[in-house]
């Protein structure tokens, strides 16, 4: 089992920044041997891709390619979300997941967080 906490949500105004956090634990977690990927969901919304990061490569939506970057750091068992340039659009509960695979993680992954609110103002 992996269990993953979300933090860093807020509110914040058009053209503003933040960084979102998820923090995996789990008795056998080995990190780094997950795909760890960030999706969100807007109120009447489905549940949108966000992006996706292995050991050495990354994939993005095409709606936040260029304005968020997605990192982790194997050592602290933490995956980041630094998104810029936020727009209203963005605004959504943001989903932390983990899988072993690509082709997993990006049509949802076995493992979630709760989610954390974001809110961005125009």
């Known amino acids: 089992q992996v269990q993953l906490v979300e933090s860093g949500g807020g509110l914040v105004q058009s053209g503003g920044s933040l960084r979102l956090s998820c923090a995996a634990s789990?008795?056998?977690?080995?990190?780094?041997?997950?795909?760890m990927a960030w999706f969100r969901q807007a109120p009447g919304k489905e549940r949108e891709f966000v992006a996706a990061?292995?050991?050495?490569?990354?994939r993005y939506s095409d709606s936040v390619k260029g304005r968020f970057t997605i990192s982790r750091d194997n050592g602290k068992n933490t995956v980041y979300l630094q998104m810029n340039s936020l727009k209203p659009e963005d605004t959504a509960v943001y989903y932390c997941?983990?899988?072993?695979?690509?082709?997993?993680?990006?049509?949802?992954?076995?493992?979630w967080g709760q989610g954390t609110q974001v809110t961005v103002s125009s």
């Open positions: 997941a983990a899988d072993t695979t690509f082709s997993t993680v990006v049509k949802g992954g076995r493992y």
């Open positions: 789990g008795r056998t977690l080995v990190f780094s041997n997950y795909v």
């Open positions: 990061i292995g050991w050495n490569t990354s």
